[in-house]
């Protein structure tokens, strides 16, 4: 053996060395790691048995089931049911005025960690969903107030539309909510008293 080809060899092996220390080092930093980029300490949360989740940015929390759902859609079926619905309440003197709400996913998109990728939600594909949502409803004859951007304006802003570890509205959310109610009114244009019907 030549010293080149002893020298080659220990190279390597100092290589393959270094780098099985590296590994081990990074196996023994990763829970820290970890909990350092949760605001509360928290570890595995997808894989959470009673309510699998996804913590974002700023300690905001997302359910896998349904914040992470991209494809949240309305079928032919309910959207032909809520149109005769739409009309009966017309033929009454009343206008039905649907608001589809967009996923938590949707609206707080800025928020997600990168694991959103890995449990399958694409904040595109969930707009061009909700998009189309918007249309088919509107060419089934429906009024329809679409608050995407209203909200998303609102989450970009610092006023969240929702609270970080629920669904639920914050009472300051409410103008975003209005808003998109006032931008569609001021749409069609003739003067009518809106009664805003909430959850």
Known sequence: MTDRTRHSGLRRLWHAGLLGCLAMVALALAPGKAAAQSAYDCRALEVHGALPAIEGRDGVFFRIDP????????SDESIALIGELSRALRSRGTTLVL???PGRGHV?????????QHVG?????????????MQRLAGAGIAVADPRRALRQSALAGRMPFSPQTRA???KAARSWLRALRIFWLSTRTP???RVVSS
């Not at 707080?108 to 959103?116: I, S």
């Open 192 to 194: 009518r008293t809106l």
């Open 121 to 133: 939600f694409d904040p595109d594909i969930a707009t061009a969903v909700h998009r189309d949502v």
């Open 99 to 101: 608001m589809p709400v």
């Open 108 to 116: 707080l998109a800025h928020q997600l960690p990168a694991m959103a």
């Open 169 to 171: 509205r914050p009472p």
């Open 67 to 74: 914040d992470m759902h991209a494809y949240q859609t309305l």
